[in-house]
């Protein structure tokens, strides 16, 4: 599913136009983004929780030449899904 089924879908469940769930899930990604970026995470209950990780300073390989580099350290994004999420089969089951 890309962005614009989600939206088409998101209008259809809560009774949006297009444009507007175009917005809504435009506002929800950037806030998330903005949240974990500045290091807090962002929680939904049953549904799972957004964050950044530190990902450590590794050695990896250069592909054209196979030489040897440093990859620096850096924050990345995370997501970890809520125990409901993970065990339900159905989207009728979660909700």
């Known amino acids: 599913m890309n962005k614009a089924e989600l939206c088409a879908k998101v209008a259809e469940l809560a ?21 974990t970026a500045s290091g807090d995470s962002v929680r939904l209950v049953r549904f799972g929780t957004y964050s950044a990780k530190d990902r450590a300073e590794r050695v990896g390989r ?6 040897a580099i440093t990859i620096s350290a850096c924050k990345v994004p995370h997501f970890k899904a809520g125990i409901k999420f993970k065990r339900c089969s159905k989207l009728e089951e979660y909700f």
């Open 62 to 67: 250069n592909p054209k030449t196979g030489e």
């Open 15 to 35: 009774g949006l136009n297009d444009s507007e769930a175009a917005k809504a899930v435009t506002a929800f990604c950037n806030v998330v983004m903005e949240v």
